[in-house]
């Protein structure tokens, strides 16, 4: 019907969104298992927790994953036994936690990048035609973060 919201458009975008994302996703997981690595999740906790100088609290972390993460708490345990991780009692609150990179998460984050990065060109990059598509890209896709 003329006027229905949402579009057959906006329908489209969101199937094609969706689609994409696990698709890339999917690649990108694959092409670091093939080199030996753990999964992209290490590698987005990891990272937060490397910008992030002083540590995060767990919860503070997984608002900032760049991939879902439904339990943290056992991937936190996975990366502490991994020795890629330390927690520490809060200075401020001695009940809670904050999650720090140790010196073995940083070298795996420096071992990861190569690969990591040539996932996102081959899968990402290369299939569009120019750094400008890529902007417009990452422009469309920020709208809908707003």
Same mark, same amino acid.
């Given at each position: 019907?003329?006027?229905?919201?949402?579009?057959?458009?906006?329908?489209?975008?969101?199937?094609?969104?969706?689609?994409?994302?696990?698709?890339?996703?999917?690649?990108?997981?694959?092409?670091?298992?093939?080199?030996?690595?753990?999964?992209?999740?290490?590698?987005?906790v990891l990272?937060?927790?490397?910008?992030?100088?002083?540590?995060?609290?767990? !919860? %503070?972390?997984?608002a900032e994953?760049?991939? *879902?993460?439904?339990?943290?708490?056992? $991937?936190?345990?996975? @990366? +502490?036994?991994?020795?890629?991780?330390?927690?520490?009692?809060?200075?401020?609150?001695?009940?809670?936690?904050?999650?720090?990179?140790?010196?073995?998460?940083?070298?795996?984050?420096?071992?990861?990048?190569?690969?990591?990065?040539?996932?996102?060109?081959?899968?990402? !990059? %290369?299939?569009?035609?120019?750094?400008?598509? *890529?902007?417009?890209?990452?422009?469309? $896709?920020?709208?809908? @973060? +707003?």
């Amino acid at each position: 019907m003329p006027g229905e919201k949402p579009s057959k458009e906006t329908v489209l975008a969101w199937a094609r969104l969706m689609r994409a994302g696990r698709h890339v996703l999917g690649a990108v997981e694959r092409d670091l298992k093939q080199a030996g690595f753990p999964p992209l999740a290490w590698y987005d906790v990891l990272l937060e927790l490397r910008r992030a100088k002083g540590g995060l609290r767990p !919860g %503070a972390l997984e608002a900032e994953l760049l991939i *879902a993460q439904h339990n943290i708490s056992r $991937l936190l345990v996975r @990366l +502490e036994e991994a020795g890629l991780i330390e927690r520490r009692r809060h200075p401020e609150d001695g009940r809670g936690q904050i999650i720090l990179i140790s010196e073995e998460g940083r070298a795996l984050l420096r071992q990861m990048w190569p690969i990591y990065r040539t996932a996102i060109e081959t899968h990402v !990059g %290369a299939k569009l035609k120019s750094e400008k598509e *890529a902007g417009e890209l990452a422009r469309l $896709l920020g709208a809908l @973060l +707003e």
